[in-house]
């Protein structure tokens, strides 16, 4: 018997064990040929993984709000204009983040559990001139997936550059940053792609690249200048030693081999694996007669589900429950639905097997609980997606 329950939050998540194994070899200098090698190649692999055969990876040490935190730094100059669309807790960081490198930001910010309307998002483009345009892919707060197409292709359209906070979506949901011209998309390690915290990954256009090298001001953060990474992501693709602050020489063994099994699988592969992930998801939490935060399957997220307690049932009795039946949840995260509900994940390197049996602790959670539902319905739900 497994001694631990299975982590089925959303993020971090279960590890392959061939990830785990490159994290905890000895660790090398990160100037050695075999790291250089590696880093190099984790860096064309993420070309792939985003779709991005001309952009610009970086890979710095630290979370998803680095990546964040970097693109506030580097686009953002005093007075510029900034429009963030908001499906949650994600969505509103960008507004406070981007204010502070002094945008001025103005935010529009769906009803709990609704998506983006892009009618009012064009209306307000049309009223302004906005530099650039921020938008979270999969907000984990509320599990709402925005329509990332449509967002890249009103970017282009009204010639603003585009960021997408993809930090629950990358390497799990469908997206084509270059074709859908997307400037940057940003995510972290310990998500869908599959390497434990503490890597922030970026890819940036070209052509936003091109701009930020005509910035007026110096980028007022000192470790995400963009300029001080960019010659050590160049030498590590050039396989040459170079050094500005020491990268995470294990993340980054770690990242190439979960980077390799992304590939590995296929994207399309993959995404359809987490399309068929989410629907079983939402159809067993329908079967156990609970509702959802997302308003529509049409926008939930493939990488997690968002169930609303039944009536009577409080998360301080349920959720231990479940951990106790095997399987790690997390609660409610957004301030205007923390107390009633909460979150599964189910990307990277999650299966059929992990997301049954996660159902299955979630039915002995609620029967505990004194809920009402016929014991099995949610796994059946679920079997009858993943193997029907
Ligand atoms: N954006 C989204 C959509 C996230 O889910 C998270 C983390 N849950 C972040 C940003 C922030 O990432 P981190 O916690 O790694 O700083």
């Given at each position: 018997m497994k001694d631990r329950p299975l982590l089925m939050?959303?993020?971090?998540?279960?590890?392959?064990p061939a990830v785990l194994r490159a994290l905890g070899a000895p660790t090398t200098s990160h100037v050695s040929p075999d790291f250089i090698d590696t880093f190099g190649r984790a860096l064309e692999r993420m070309r792939e993984v985003w779709l991005a055969p001309t952009g610009q990876p970086f890979v710095l040490a630290g979370s998803g709000t680095l990546a964040m935190d970097a693109v506030g730094a580097n686009l953002v100059e005093p007075g510029d204009r900034a429009l963030v669309l908001s499906t949650g807790v994600f969505g509103d960081r960008f507004e406070d983040l981007l204010s502070r490198?002094?945008?001025?930001?103005?935010?529009?910010?769906?009803?709990?559990?609704e998506t983006i309307d892009f009618a009012e998002v064009e209306a307000t483009l049309g009223s302004g001139d906005y530099k650039l345009m921020t938008a979270t892919h999969v907000d984990t707060s509320t599990g709402v997936r925005i329509d990332a197409e449509r967002f890249g292709a009103l970017g282009r359209e009204h010639g603003l550059f585009t960021v997408l906070d993809g930090v629950c979506s990358v390497a799990g949901e469908a997206l084509r940053q270059e074709?859908?011209?997307?400037?940057?998309?940003?995510?972290?390690?310990?998500?869908?792609?599959?390497?434990?915290?503490?890597?922030?990954?970026?890819?940036?256009?070209?052509?936003?690249?091109?701009?930020?090298?005509?910035?007026?001001?110096?980028?007022?953060?000192y470790y995400a200048d963009w300029a001080k990474w960019l010659p050590i992501m160049a030498a590590y693709e050039k396989r040459?030693?170079?050094?500005?602050?020491?990268?995470?020489?294990?993340?980054?063994?770690?990242?190439?081999?979960?980077?390799?099994?992304?590939?590995?699988?296929g994207m399309e592969e993959r995404v359809a694996r987490h399309e068929r992930l989410?629907?079983?998801?939402?159809?067993?939490?329908?079967?156990?007669?609970?509702?959802?935060?997302?308003?529509?399957?049409?926008?939930?997220?493939?990488?997690?589900?968002?169930?609303?307690?039944?009536?009577?049932?409080?998360?301080?009795?349920?959720?231990?429950?479940?951990?106790?039946?095997?399987?790690?949840?997390?609660?409610?995260?957004?301030?205007?639905?923390?107390?009633?509900s909460f979150r599964i994940g189910h990307m990277g390197a999650t299966g059929p097997g992990d997301l049954l049996a996660?159902?299955?602790?979630?039915e002995a959670g609620l029967r505990a609980?004194?809920?009402d539902f016929e014991l099995g319905s949610g796994v059946a739900a679920a079997q009858s997606i993943l193997f029907g």
């Open positions: 939050i959303p993020g971090p998540i279960e590890f392959d490198y002094g945008a001025e930001v103005t935010a529009i910010r769906a009803p709990v559990g074709a859908w011209g997307i400037d940057v998309v940003l995510t972290a390690s310990q998500k869908a792609i599959g390497v434990p915290p503490g890597l922030a990954l970026l890819v940036v256009s070209q052509n936003l690249l091109c701009a930020w090298g005509k910035r007026r001001t110096k980028v007022a953060n040459v030693p170079s050094y500005f602050g020491t990268p995470a020489v294990n993340l980054v063994c770690a990242l190439d081999v979960s980077l390799g099994q992304i590939l590995e699988e989410g629907r079983a998801c939402r159809a067993a939490i329908r079967a156990l007669g609970l509702g959802q935060i997302p308003t529509s399957d049409e926008h939930a997220a493939n990488t997690l589900s968002a169930p609303r307690y039944p009536k009577g049932v409080h998360g301080t009795d349920l959720l231990p429950r479940i951990r106790e039946a095997g399987a790690i949840l997390a609660g409610g995260l957004h301030p205007e639905i923390r107390s009633e996660t159902v299955g602790a979630i609980c004194g809920h």
